[in-house]
T-cell receptor, first 115, second 112 residues
Framework: ETGVTQTPRHLVMGMTNKKSLKCEQHLGHNAMYWYKQSAKKPLELMFVYSLEERVENNSVPSRFSPECPNSSHLFLHLHTLQPEDSALYLC??????????????FGPGTRLLVL | GQNIDQPTEMTATEGAIVQINCTYQTSGFNGLFWYQQHAGEAPTFLSYNVLDGLEEKGRFSSFLSRSKGYSYLLLKELQMKDSASYLCAVTNRGSTLGRLYFGRGTQLTVWP
């Protein structure tokens, strides 16, 4: 596969469930990102990882827990979510500064519905 | 803070030209991106402007004026498949690695 892939593409979960979103990039990048996209709102940055180290946690509630085991994989662990967390969750990757133009390439997203 | 403003919706007809504007107010501006996003799909990279002027890429061009805090995306010879949301995003010097500040997106509808 090429580019950035995400699984699952769609997820329905109850407020007491625990689930994980997975992202994998095949571009050789060393930075990875999680974004939340809600209707009528700009893309919101949630987390940034550089060489598997978290460099930003953008005031995200603790019910969202990211994990980056290596530079190709990124997870978002979800637990006790709220209905307002329903959104499209997008993963992206990019080169680091000095490695090339820092364009972010996005995965197709996971459409999450919390009931 | 950052303020990125773009029109919410635009419509145009097939074969026409459309210009989507983006204005921004940010400290330490470092570059501006345009992305295209079809419904239910990933945003895809269209262009990146750092210096003033026009960058042309086939049917799509992007313009930047740093002094005016203004950019536009120009789409020529519109096709039905160009119906999508177009996202403007800026980066800042000194902000966290790779941090992009996005506008709300402009939903373009192309009519036959």
């Amino acid at each position: 596969e090429t580019g950035v892939t995400q699984t699952p593409r769609h997820l329905v979960m109850g407020m007491t469930n625990k689930k994980s979103l997975k992202c994998e990039q095949h571009l050789g990048h060393n930075a990875m990102y999680w974004y939340k996209q809600s209707a009528k709102k700009p893309l919101e940055l949630m987390f940034v990882y550089s060489l598997e180290e978290r460099v930003e946690n953008n005031s995200v509630p603790s019910r969202f827990s990211p994990e980056c085991p290596n530079s190709s994989h990124l997870f978002l662990h979800l637990h006790t979510l709220q209905p307002e967390d329903s959104a499209l969750y997008l993963c992206a990757s990019s080169p680091l500064p000095g490695e090339g133009q820092e364009t972010q390439y996005f995965g197709p997203g996971t459409r999450l519905l919390v009931l | 803070g950052q303020n990125i403003d773009q029109p919410t919706e635009m419509t145009a007809t097939e074969g026409a030209i459309v210009q989507i504007n983006c204005t921004y107010q940010t400290s330490g501006f470092n570059g501006l991106f345009w992305y295209q996003q079809h419904a239910g799909e990933a945003p895809t990279f269209l262009s990146y402007n750092v210096l003033d002027g026009l960058e042309e890429k086939g049917r799509f061009s992007s313009f930047l004026s740093r002094s005016k805090g203004y950019s536009y995306l120009l789409l020529k010879e519109l096709q039905m498949k160009d119906s999508a949301s177009y996202l403007c995003a800026v980066t800042n010097r000194g902000s966290t690695l790779g941090r992009l500040y996005f506008g709300r997106g402009t939903q373009l509808t192309v009519w036959p």
